[in-house]
């Protein structure tokens, strides 16, 4: 059993900063990807920003120069460094991985979590 736990979310003034943190836990073999994705209300969920095993990263067009995502393999964990936030990034952010459970080392599942609200408003 694999969860990908959210949290760092919460209400924050236009031009604040906010750092997102996920902890991947369970039976783990190995992770692969990791990223964030973002689903604001009644839109469809985009990706935000994504990570390798190897530390390459990706972000979305809009986002670059004020999100930074990071990881730390030692301890499972993937981070958003969120700058100069708006009032359009509220949104409900997710975590996402590829992980390889001790059960299942040769084929890496897909796994979600749950969100974190994150509100951008004065």
């Known amino acids: 059993q694999v969860q990908l736990v959210e949290s760092g979310g919460g209400l924050v003034q236009p031009g604040g900063s906010l750092r997102l943190s996920c902890a991947a836990t369970?039976?783990?073999?190995?992770?692969?990807?990791m990223g964030w994705y973002r689903q604001a209300p009644g839109k469809q969920r985009d990706m935000v920003a994504t990570i390798t095993s190897s530390g390459s990263t990706y972000y979305a067009d809009s986002l670059k120069g004020r999100f930074i995502i990071s990881r730390d393999n030692a301890k499972n964990m993937v981070y958003l460094q969120m700058n100069s936030l708006k009032p359009e990034d509220t949104a409900v952010y997710y975590c996402n991985s590829n992980i390889a459970t001790m059960s299942r080392m040769r084929e890496a599942m897909n796994y979600w979590g749950k969100g974190t609200l994150v509100t951008v408003s004065s």
């Open positions: 369970g039976s783990i073999f190995a992770i692969d990807g």
